[in-house]
């Protein structure tokens, strides 16, 4: 069992930055892969960024490539979601989600994932 714990959303201008965390603690998390997903209201949920267990290989949406950078801390257990160039569009609620499997590969689908965070909400103004 993996617990998680979403930190860091908020408000910002569009054009602005953001950096969300996700603290994870229970079973071993080093060799967890990890995924981004996000959820608007009347909008299907997007994973947006993830990465394998060792954080060597990384995925990202369209929708927000060149934006957004993942990266992963194993010894602080956190995984990271820099958001850069922020647009009104990225409005949603962010989760971080771990997979119970390990993987050199990335998980590219919401599926995939076993174990979800609360979710942080990240809202981008006009």
């Known amino acids: 069992q993996v617990q998680l714990v979403e930190s860091g959303g908020g408000l910002v201008q569009a054009g602005g930055s953001l950096r969300v965390s996700c603290a994870a603690s229970?079973?071993?998390?080093?060799?967890?892969?990890m995924g981004w997903i996000r959820q608007a209201p009347g909008k299907e949920r997007e994973l947006v960024a993830a990465?394998?267990?060792?954080?060597?290989?990384?995925f990202y949406a369209d929708s927000v490539k060149g934006r957004f950078a993942i990266s992963r801390d194993n010894a602080k257990n956190t995984v990271y979601l820099q958001m850069s160039s922020l647009k009104p569009e990225d409005t949603a609620v962010y989760y971080c989600?771990?997979?119970?499997?390990?993987?050199?590969?990335?998980?590219?689908?919401?599926?995939?994932?076993?174990?979800w965070g609360q979710g942080t909400q990240v809202t981008v103004s006009s």
């Open positions: 989600a771990a997979s119970a499997a390990s993987s050199s590969n990335v998980y590219t689908r919401a599926e995939q994932y076993d174990y």
């Open positions: 229970g079973r071993t998390f080093n060799n967890n892969n």
């Open positions: 990465l394998n267990w060792s954080g060597s290989r990384t």
